[in-house]
């Protein structure tokens, strides 16, 4: 029998899978219905704490490439105002039995905005939040909100400003731990202007868990069209331009994996895995680079919640095959594999070498513009590969790309 159960910083789960904040955490249908297929917990849509946030007022749309597990967001994002926030997490506690966590958009450093979400962190909390998640996807190039200063939007270019936000966010975080008696997750993006300098920073004002994960700025694959360049923006029937800010799903997950496997060999602290997870597979992956447990967004945009009840039987059945007893049993296990600096990595000579049987000619190996010292190293003769071994950098790129498997790398004693 396996254990599914994991603690992430303080926050007890029944499995790794969390539901990630996002449109999927707008209203309490979705909370109801994620805790029904079996979802560990859920974050909640985004709250601006500011007074002058209006709410979910805009309305966004999404164009999907379903073969390439991809969802592009043409008009920003919606956001919870601090009201809704209350008293959707007020509804939530007492209509489902797992736990429920309140996502707080950290916007510009100043004193008035830790203010405003310190408070907003304590409030969202007397209504019965879980955990605070405390949000600097703000720290992005661009940033979209619900506002009234700017009539649909509010966008704000951080340039100068995000030298400042580490700090400022280690700051609001020690404030918003005077206020609140719940674990704080802090959340970094891929693309925020400072990831490695806000992972300190968090970590430094002793924050229970880091959520490495967000959107990624990337433009819809296929979108373009090179014979028709007109319809790039109009791929959408009611929106007249595409936006390249706001890309999600499978693209994002070799991405988010260098960064979770960054963040588990420089943090201490507890990491919450999001970015590309569309199946249990990618859910292990996640682990198995270091998440203690992971938040998924796109996939049940894409398929519904009932997917979850698939995630969590592929799971526990992986689990039983491979003999892992518990979550923890796999966790991070593939991290000392993974070098972050070629001055980690010790490199042997080595030569390729050629099974003259298995060779189909099909020349791949001979086309690899880099090949060989001075001269190529590989090259067909008489429709055969054949290496020169004193051109031979040892580079593994035609063992690679080889489809016949006649391609080995010999290392050299």
Not at 315 to 344: C, H, T, W
Not at 355 to 365: I, M, R, T, Y
Request: negative net charge; aromatic residues 6%.
């Amino acid at each position: 029998m396996v254990d599914l159960n994991t603690d992430l910083g303080g926050i007890k789960l029944k499995n790794p899978f969390i539901v990630a904040s996002s449109d999927i955490g707008c209203h309490l249908g979705q909370i109801k219905e994620a805790a029904h297929f079996g979802a560990a917990a859920i974050i909640t849509k985004g709250c601006i704490p500011r007074p002058e946030a209006v709410g979910l007022t805009r309305k966004p749309r999404f164009r999907v490439d379903f073969d390439k597990g991809t969802l592009c967001g043409v008009a920003g994002y919606r956001r919870l105002s601090l009201a809704q926030a209350m008293q959707l997490i007020s509804d939530a506690k007492k209509a489902v039995d797992i736990p429920v966590g309140a996502n707080i958009i950290v916007g510009h450093p100043g004193e008035e905005e830790r203010e405003l979400v310190t408070k907003a962190s304590r409030v969202l909390y007397e209504s019965g939040a879980d955990f605070i998640e405390i949000n600097t996807s703000a720290n992005l190039p661009a940033h979209f909100g619900e506002s009234e200063k700017k009539g649909e939007t509010a966008e704000s270019f951080m340039d100068e400003m995000s030298a400042k936000y580490p700090g400022f966010v280690r700051q609001t975080i020690e404030s918003v731990r005077s206020v609140v008696d719940v674990p704080i997750i802090g959340k970094v993006a891929y693309q925020d202007l400072n990831v490695q300098a806000l992972m300190e920073a968090m970590e430094g004002a002793r924050v229970d868990v880091i959520d490495i994960g967000n959107s990624g700025v990337a433009l819809l694959p296929d979108a373009l069209d090179i014979y028709h360049p007109d319809r790039t923006g109009k791929i959408f029937v009611s929106a007249d331009k595409n936006l390249s800010l706001c890309c999600y799903g499978d693209p994002l997950r070799a991405v988010a994996r260098a960064n979770l496997i960054r963040g588990a060999k420089q943090l201490k602290t507890p990491i919450l895995g999001c970015g590309g997870i569309m199946n249990w597979k990618h859910g292990v992956e996640a682990i198995m680079c270091g998440a203690t447990a992971t938040a998924i967004c796109t996939a049940f945009m894409l398929y519904g919640f009932e997917i979850l009840e698939d995630m969590i039987a592929g799971l526990n059945s992986f689990m039983e095959e491979q003999g892992y007893r518990s979550i923890k049993a796999f966790r991070g296990i593939i991290v000392d594999q993974i070098a972050l600096a070629p001055s980690e990595v010790t490199v042997f000579d080595a030569v390729a070498r050629v099974d003259p049987k298995k060779c189909n000619g099909c020349g791949l190996c001979a086309k690899p513009a880099h090949c060989g010292l001075n001269r190529r190293a590989m090259s067909l003769q008489e429709e055969i590969a054949v290496v020169d071994e004193g051109q031979c950098s040892g580079c593994e790129t035609c063992a690679s790309i080889c489809p016949a498997g006649a391609i080995t790398m010999i290392v050299k004693r």
